[in-house]
């Protein structure tokens, strides 16, 4: 009777052991150290568990083969010692294989729900495309916070090793903190980002470090500034105003890819500067004066890069019919455009299928031109009240044009004419869809024989909408990346975009490396409980 009971017990005191050599690895993992009773453990659980298990195998070896009295362990007693191998192996390759990809393997899993631990889209692909090796040296005094190793490690780890990152404590390393010339204090909180012979300094002692700033304080170590001129003067929408119709927010996202904006009255300057990279006229109210007019034809002929935004015609009612003066506001600016094979039309663009809200007037798209620099990752990007744009039939050779934008419907949009709100296609005077509300343009230039070189070929992108890089709709869609993207390619910078990321307001939970180890424990050894149950029902089953 005592024999059977003690029997009964084995698996449970097998079970018991292993727990004890388990607790005791886990211990000594915890704290990094062997002491004596982590150690105790070890060696009395690792050792009762092998006398126990063997004791298991011999004893249902004898059961089963008792009449053969000189087989020291049957085929069944085996077969269970191989059971038992089985999971001790796979538990412990467990362990290995799961202590590899987490400390070594690049594959990441963010399970967060607003993806807080994994860089944006527009992050990782500007950082894999970086051509330059870039150094991140973080001043930080004290315990690094959590975030922010990982948000270094990421950035070295998404730019395929061009990206080296080091925090160190200038209280600690005031030497090596000294080679950067900075005053050393208590509250030292600074990345400096070096690349070449550049330098860029990014203070976040009173906020943490985000993604999106230090981004862009790499891209301004890396590339080269560009300059960007806003026409002003004719009621254009302005960089410095912050309503609604205002271009405050897409001036920023260009001083975000290192792209400086400023204002350029030609009444006054009467001519364009020679820093401008990019000239943008964006919505005029009223027409440009010839003097102008000649500046601008002046600065395309010999290579410069344009942004025409046209605004819509103005509607109304049959009642109230359009003045002269109204007819006038919002030019088509074709004194400049007609040069180069473009025709902007006094319509509207409507689309009855794609459209935003219940505005017909408000085309929402994803028809573009496939061009990498241009549309390519683009989602819908919509417009208000858009214009259609004709090609002349009489073209210069040297000059190339081809549509970015048009309307997503073939049969449902068009461009009205009537400009009473009466929206019936007339296929006498509509153009039918899909209608080209976007074209881009490239002016090749001949070599001047009393220079050695020629002017840069002239790129000149039009659209026939403003609003959709307005305050109140750039950041809908994929409105500020095409914006961005225009810009861009007309400064000829090869660099990919950086949008602002969503503001993400997330509650962080730093642990000391201590805390971090005991939570790897508890993870790891649910498994292992899983296994000993499984080990007991098993040991059990067979029992009976």
């Known amino acids: 009777m005592n024999n059977v009971k003690s029997n009964s017990l084995l698996p449970y005191l097998c079970g018991f052991a292993f727990l004890s050599l388990i607790l005791g690895l886990s211990m000594c993992f915890i704290e990094q150290q062997l002491n004596y009773f982590s150690g105790g453990l070890v060696i009395g659980g690792g050792a009762l568990f092998l006398i126990l298990a063997y004791v298991m195998v011999r004893r249902d070896s004898l059961q089963t083969q008792s009449a053969q009295a000189n087989t020291f362990i049957s085929p069944r007693g085996w077969k269970t010692l191989a059971m038992v191998s089985c999971i001790l192996v796979g538990s412990l390759g467990f362990i290995a294989v799961s202590h590899y990809l987490a400390s070594s393997s690049s594959i990441r899993w963010d399970v967060t729900q607003d993806k807080q631990h994994t860089l944006s ?60 010339g900075n005053a050393i204090n208590g509250d030292e909180r600074k990345v400096i980002v070096q690349s070449g012979g550049s330098r860029k300094d990014l203070d976040f002692t009173f906020n943490p470090l985000s993604e999106q700033s230090l981004t862009n304080t790499i891209a301004s170590a890396i590339r080269t500034p560009r300059k960007v ?66 500046l601008i034809d002046n600065y395309l002929q010999q290579g410069g890069d344009a942004l025409f935004l046209i605004e819509h015609t103005l509607v109304s009612t049959p009642e109230q019919p359009l003045s002269q003066a109204q007819l006038k506001q919002n030019p088509s600016l074709n004194t400049l455009l007609n040069q180069w094979g473009l025709d902007v039309q006094s319509d509207i663009v409507v689309d009855l299928t794609n459209h935003v809200g219940d505005d017909v007037g408000s085309p929402a798209t994803k028809n573009y031109q496939p061009h990498e620099a241009l549309t390519q990752g683009l989602d819908y990007t919509f417009y208000v009240r858009p214009r259609s744009i004709r090609l002349l039939e009489n073209r210069a050779p040297n000059i190339k044009q081809a549509v970015i934008v048009s309307t997503a419907s073939s049969t449902n949009s068009w461009a009205e004419t009537n400009r009473n709100l009466d929206i019936q296609f007339d296929p006498n005077i509509d153009t039918p869809g899909p209608v080209p509300i976007s074209y881009v343009v490239l002016g090749e230039h001949a070599a001047n024989s009393k220079q050695d070189d020629k002017p840069s070929d002239t790129r000149l992108i039009v659209f026939t909408d403003a609003d959709f890089l307005s305050n109140v709709y750039i950041n809908q869609y994929s409105n500020a990346k095409l914006g961005l993207n225009l810009v861009n390619w007309l400064a000829e910078l090869d660099a990919k975009t950086l949008l602002t990321p969503k503001k993400i307001e997330v509650e962080r939970l730093d642990l000391t490396s201590k805390q971090k180890r005991q ?26």
Request: charged content about 20%; some cysteine; aromatic content about 12%.
């Open 519 to 544: 939570v790897i424990v508890i993870l790891f050894l649910i498994p292992f409980f899983i296994a000993l149950a499984g080990l007991g029902v098993w040991f059990k089953g067979r029992r009976c």
């Open 121 to 180: 889209d527009s992050t990782i692909s500007f950082v894999s495309s970086l051509s330059k090796e870039v150094k991140l040296t973080t001043f930080y005094v004290g315990t690094p916070p959590t975030y922010l190793q990982d948000l270094l490690q990421e950035f070295a780890r998404n730019s395929a090793g061009l990206i080296t990152a080091e925090i160190i404590d200038p209280l600690e390393r005031i030497a090596y903190a000294a080679k950067f």
């Open 229 to 294: 001129y806003f026409l002003a003067g004719h009621g254009e929408y302005s960089i410095s105003s912050e309503e609604y119709a205002g271009l405050s927010t897409f001036k920023q996202l260009l001083a975000d890819n290192n792209i400086l904006s400023d204002t350029l009255m030609l009444g006054i300057s009467q001519s364009i500067p020679e820093d401008c990279d990019v000239l943008i006229i964006a919505g005029p109210k009223t027409e440009l004066t010839a003097e102008e007019d000649t």
